[in-house]
Nanobody
Framework: QVQLVESGGGLVQTGDSLRLSCVAS????????MGWFRQAPGKEREFVAA????????YYSDSAKGRFTISKDKAKNSVFLQMSNLKPEDTAGYYC??????????????????WGQGTRVTVSL
């Protein structure tokens, strides 16, 4: 089992930046990939970004490209999401996800086995 705990959410204004963190614990030695998803009220959970645990491959949604950066610290079993130029449409619960084997495309919910409880990001006008 892997436990994921997110932090760093909050209330910011349009154009501000925010950095989300996710710390993994438990059976982390076989981590394959980690990602960030988000879910706005009344909407489905959607892919934001993902990173391979070995190597430096990263993936982004179209809405995240150019504004968000995903990174990792393997020594701390952590993944981060640096968000800049935030917009009101970025308002959502942000969820960290992890998998220890390939279980589906990196952009799909099915690709991840473990999920955190989420951290709330609210972007005001």
């Amino acid at each position: 089992q892997v436990q994921l705990v997110e932090s760093g959410g909050g209330l910011v204004q349009t154009g501000d930046s925010l950095r989300l963190s996710c710390v993994a614990s438990g059976r982390t030695s076989s981590t394959y990939a980690m990602g960030w998803f988000r879910q706005a009220p009344g909407k489905e959970r959607e892919f934001v970004a993902a990173i391979a645990w070995f190597g430096n491959t990263t993936y982004y949604s179209d809405s995240a490209k150019g504004r968000f950066t995903i990174s990792k610290d393997k020594a701390k079993n952590s993944v981060f999401l640096q968000m800049s130029n935030l917009k009101p449409e970025d308002t959502a619960g942000y969820y960290c996800a992890a998998t220890n084997f390939y279980n589906g495309p990196y952009y799909s919910l099915e690709g991840y086995r473990y999920w955190g409880q989420g951290t709330r990001v609210t972007v005001s006008l």
